[in-house]
């Protein structure tokens, strides 16, 4: 498999966490997102939404992060993403779209260079924008959590597919200076994540076109 | 089953459209968004995200349309939302996600409100914004559409889970005067989808608290 992707976008961490979970075995290709590098007509010639993750994956190339993760999900099983109990499967799939459709998309960069560029907001506002999606949307998942009554993890002791969107989502927050300190569900799941060798390989800072990569 | 919804929300029109395909009883309970009824306390309690539409169905009040939608094809499988074959499955949920996410989410009703106040934009640079974000993920949809030599229906000879999520971009999209003259393949499937009794209960100009509701 080939992953095409970006240290920092969020949805390229999605996948590298998810196929470091799976223990799939990929090569992570670069493509800069700032310098529009997915916009060039040899990559949207194979992905025509010039969008990243792309993934090279059996025969296909394939985009939309959501989309990939339910298929890797049912194209290699283990360790599953999804209980198997449908009615664990929505509880967790509720929390994971809210916060792949009312947070990440809203601020996904493609708005944010809109916001600058035609309408002219400053940093400032942009960065109001971003934190104000996330308390929309982080508040009442942590209202869920606390209801659920969750541990480590949403579902079981293993993280899935909440927590495959949730960390690239807190790490985006706290780089936008989010406060967190009223979400103890959410920073507790975080924690226990960011323990596991899957999350730390996948993180933005550990990928070779990541100025902070030291190797 | 009761499905709370306001009838120009395009996911509550996405949730009709899967009740009565799926063949499923349900009452309609009128939510006003603009009057901002979804964000009162008596209904942030049984769904903190204050967000439409909710399903209050088998003991449980459910939120996240597309959480929602995923939901109903396991609980409810005939007929079904997504193929068998797990390729196929990743087809229609590339699409289907495409326009959830890069479209909807960022033209949603509070991105709008938000637009207007604090962000003082006008009518005709909120439209500007609603048909730019229709623009760069239809015209790819079209292209993955023409590439997959698509019927009537994205797969098969019935409607699924990708129509559903489309007809009610679409309505939007000509509520915006968003050109689809160079959409052939969406236009198609949108005559095909519309001569289908599901589609027509769940048109907004057919429920109770549409203003062109003449029943």
Not at 34 to 41: G, H, I, P, S, Y
Not at 173 to 178: D, E, I, L, P, T
């Amino acid at each position: 498999m080939k992953l095409y992707g970006y240290f920092r976008s969020s949805t390229s961490y999605r996948l590298r966490i998810a196929l470091h979970l799976k223990g799939l075995a990929f090569e992570n290709i670069p493509v800069n997102l700032v310098t529009a590098e997915n916009k060039a007509a040899d990559f949207t010639q194979r992905n025509p939404f010039g969008s990243l993750p792309m993934l090279e994956a059996d025969g296909r190339d394939r985009a939309q992060s959501m989309a990939l993760l339910e298929w890797l999900d049912e194209a290699y099983p283990s360790p599953a993403f999804l209980p198997r109990d449908i009615e664990a499967r929505y509880t967790v799939r509720e929390l994971a779209y809210a916060i792949a459709t009312e947070i990440h998309a809203v601020n996904n960069l493609p708005v944010l260079k809109y916001l600058k560029d035609p309408l002219r907001h400053t940093q400032d506002e942009i960065d109001v924008w971003y934190r104000t999606w996330l308390k929309r949307t982080l508040d009442p998942v942590e209202a869920r959590l606390a209801q659920l009554r969750t541990g480590d993890f949403l579902h079981g002791d293993a993280p899935g597919l909440f927590e495959i969107v949730l960390i690239p989502q807190l790490a985006n927050a706290r780089r936008f200076q989010y406060d967190l300190g009223a979400s103890p569900h959410l920073t507790r799941i975080e924690a226990a994540c960011l323990a596991l060798p899957a999350f730390v390989a996948a993180h933005p800072d550990q990928q070779i076109d990541s100025p902070e990569n030291k190797s």
